[in-house]
């Protein structure tokens, strides 16, 4: 370790396996942002189901090991690059993809990846925003082309991505059913731009859904565990229906003729397949949401740093998820 360097906390995987990879250590050097790079000293970090899928090495992009989990973090910017412009010392922001790991006291993100972060959010909603939002609005409005009048349902809305699609798709002017699998986090959908929820423990619920919608069907689904419910949702549709898979956690057996009557699409979307502008794109839609205040994220678990571990384990494991999951640096 050359001399002088600064030293951080940071959580370093060595091996790809399941939550007890995540190693906590406070010897890792600070990383220095380099031409077009900004580091940010976290505040908080939010914790995705993306994070478990590549820590346990099963997911299609695998990081050189070792590495630093974590793309969303919000907090201040600590010093700035060459060439860099937008940023200086002191500015609050938030991010959706670091360079150097988001679960650290310091992370270096590329300038054109980091945004303002308005007054009126705190530190923690501000490491709410980047997966679920940017994926929330990419799914609804470039994937599913959603337009006001048209109905969505938003399997799974009370978690991180959940939440976000129901406040924009409420924002834009559609019609918005949620399902959710306690009575919480029902209510939080309720309070966050679902016109009606349902609770996807019953038994009964999928009845319950086609009675409130009719005959026509759902326009947009937005599909969190497609594994359990694709099946389902081609038979909710309406004609011209699309079934957004934002996630899934296994194979499941459908029938392709479900698609055909009302040639209804199943769509997948990635928001690491996104350009640069649309990136930039989504940060304005965003940015005016927080400004007019119908953006709002709702913060679930918070975790201190050196417990990783137990967030890892609790995401996944966890019954009925609401509200975003952080880790909290200090």
């Given at each position: 370790?050359?001399?002088g360097?600064?030293l ?5 995987v060595f091996e790809?396996?399941g939550p007890?990879?995540?190693?906590f250590?406070?010897?890792v050097a600070v ?13 908080a970090c939010?914790?995705n189901?993306v994070?478990t899928?590549?820590?346990?090495g099963?997911?299609?992009?695998k990081p050189p090991?070792?590495y630093?989990?974590g ?13 860099v412009?937008?940023?200086k010392k ?7 993809g670091?360079i150097s790991g988001g679960?650290?006291?310091f992370a270096?993100a590329a ?13 923690q ?8 939002y940017?994926?929330?609005?990419r799914?609804l409005?470039?994937?599913?082309r ?9 399997h799974?809305a009370s978690g991180g991505?959940g939440l976000?699609a129901?406040?924009?798709a ?6 918005v059913l949620?399902?959710a699998g306690?009575?919480e986090g029902?209510n939080?959908?309720?309070?966050n ?6 609770n996807?423990r019953e038994?009964n619920?999928i009845?319950k859904?086609?009675?409130?919608v009719?005959e026509?069907g759902?326009d947009?689904i937005?599909e969190?565990?497609a594994?359990?419910?694709l099946?389902?949702d ?6 011209g229906?699309?079934v957004?898979i ?13 698609t055909?009557?009302?040639e ?8 690491y397949s996104s350009?640069?502008e649309e990136?930039?794109?989504?940060a304005?839609a965003?940015?005016a949401?927080?400004e007019?205040?119908?953006l ?5 678990s918070q975790?201190p740093?050196e ?12 019954s009925?998820a609401?509200g ?6 200090s």
């Amino acid at each position: 370790m050359a001399t002088g360097q600064k030293l951080m906390r940071a959580i370093r995987v060595f091996e790809f396996g399941g939550p007890d990879v995540l190693k906590f250590q406070s010897d890792v050097a600070v990383p220095i942002p380099k031409d077009h790079q900004v580091l940010i000293k976290v505040h908080a970090c939010g914790v995705n189901p993306v994070d478990t899928y590549i820590r346990s090495g099963t997911y299609s992009r695998k990081p050189p090991l070792p590495y630093t989990p974590g793309s969303d973090v919000a907090g201040v910017i600590e010093a700035v690059g060459e060439n860099v412009s937008a940023f200086k010392k002191g500015d609050r922001v938030f991010t959706a993809g670091t360079i150097s790991g988001g679960y650290a006291e310091f992370a270096v993100a590329a300038d054109d990846t980091v945004y303002a972060l308005p007054e009126k959010l705190d530190f923690q909603q501000g490491a709410a925003l980047g997966v679920p939002y940017f994926t929330a609005y990419r799914a609804l409005l470039h994937r599913a082309r959603g337009k006001a009048g048209e109905s969505v349902l938003v399997h799974g809305a009370s978690g991180g991505v959940g939440l976000a699609a129901c406040q924009i798709a409420r924002a834009y002017g559609l019609k918005v059913l949620g399902t959710a699998g306690t009575e919480e986090g029902k209510n939080i959908v309720l309070r966050n731009g679902a016109h009606e929820v349902f609770n996807h423990r019953e038994v009964n619920y999928i009845d319950k859904i086609k009675k409130s919608v009719g005959e026509k069907g759902i326009d947009i689904i937005l599909e969190m565990l497609a594994n359990v419910n694709l099946s389902n949702d081609l038979n909710l549709l309406s004609y011209g229906g699309r079934v957004i898979i934002v996630g899934s956690r296994g194979p499941i057996e459908i029938n392709p003729r479900d698609t055909m009557a009302k040639e209804t699409s199943i769509i997948g979307v990635a928001l690491y397949s996104s350009t640069k502008e649309e990136f930039q794109q989504f940060a304005a839609a965003l940015q005016a949401g927080m400004e007019v205040g119908w953006l709002k994220p709702v913060i679930g678990s918070q975790y201190p740093l050196e417990k990783a571990v137990q967030a890892h384990e609790n995401i996944i494991h966890s019954s009925g998820a609401t509200g975003k999951m952080i880790l909290l640096m200090s």
